[in-house]
T-cell receptor, first 111, second 114 residues
Framework: KAGVTQTPRYLIKTRGQQVTLSCSPI?????VSWYQQTPGQGLQFLFE???????NKGNFPGRFSGRQFSNSRSEMNVSTLELGDSALYLC??????????FGQGTRLTVV | AQKITQTQPGMFVQEKEAVTLDCTYD???????LFWYKQPSSGEMIFLIY??????QNATEGRYSLNFQKARKSANLVISASQLGDSAMYFC???????????FGTGTRLTVIP
């Protein structure tokens, strides 16, 4: 059974640009959550999608958005990138309320 | 509000010895779940063990066990017979009942010494 797949693994963007990250969950998992990990703030929850609907949202500005497709694949978008958006972005999928399985993350660097 | 505290930024353990990583939490919820994840340098978060707040027995998964003391709001991870491959960051996390988002602690970097 394939794990959670995140693409791309690494990304370098310039301030002001926008970026889209992709996450393919484990087959059969309908819940996809996104987290941001930085040395200063640690791991912070961004949002969760379930059956194409955002079910929960963390405390991030509106520049951070996401969506989920009918096959449960999810994308997150960050517009007008800032230097502080440099982070490891982790996606997790789960079946119901069982444990979450994470992907390897996308490391975003904003220059 | 939910809060997870991991007071040990770094820990060292001799290979084949046991080690305990501390985790305390704060919540007013009666129903919640506690998790431990391992994050090697590659970045992926690897699920290790889960304990439900109503579980009467401590969870165990192979070399991992969770020392759950509900009254003290602690959920320490015990790794027995440490291996070199156990060197990584370890995160304690909590999830509210009915929700899927996790609240993470700041992590403990474990180094296993040969």
């Amino acid at each position: 059974k394939a794990g959670v797949t995140q693409t791309p693994r690494y990304l370098i963007k310039t301030r002001g640009q926008q970026v889209t990250l992709s996450c393919s969950p484990i087959s059969g998992h309908r819940s996809v959550s996104w987290y941001q990990q930085t040395p200063g703030q640690g791991l912070q929850f961004l949002f969760e999608y379930f059956s194409e609907t955002q079910r929960n949202k963390g405390n991030f500005p509106g520049r951070f958005s996401g969506r989920q497709f009918s096959n449960s694949r999810s994308e997150m978008n960050v517009s007008t990138l800032e230097l502080g958006d440099s982070a490891l972005y982790l996606c997790a999928s789960s079946f119901g309320t069982a444990e979450a399985f994470f992907g390897q993350g996308t490391r975003l660097t904003v220059v | 509000a939910q809060k997870i505290t991991q007071t040990q930024p770094g820990m060292f353990v001799q290979e084949k010895e046991a080690v305990t990583l501390d985790c305390t939490y704060d919540t007013s919820d009666q129903s919640y779940g506690l998790f431990w994840y391992k994050q090697p340098s590659s970045g992926e978060m690897i699920f290790l063990i889960y304990q439900g707040s109503y579980d009467e027995q401590n969870a165990t998964e192979g070399r991992y066990s969770l020392n759950f003391q509900k009254a003290r709001k602690s959920a320490n991870l015990v790794i027995s017979a440490s291996q070199l491959g156990d060197s990584a960051m370890y995160f304690c996390a909590m999830r509210r009942s009915g929700a899927n988002n996790l609240f993470f602690g700041t992590g403990t970097r474990l180094t296993v010494i040969p």
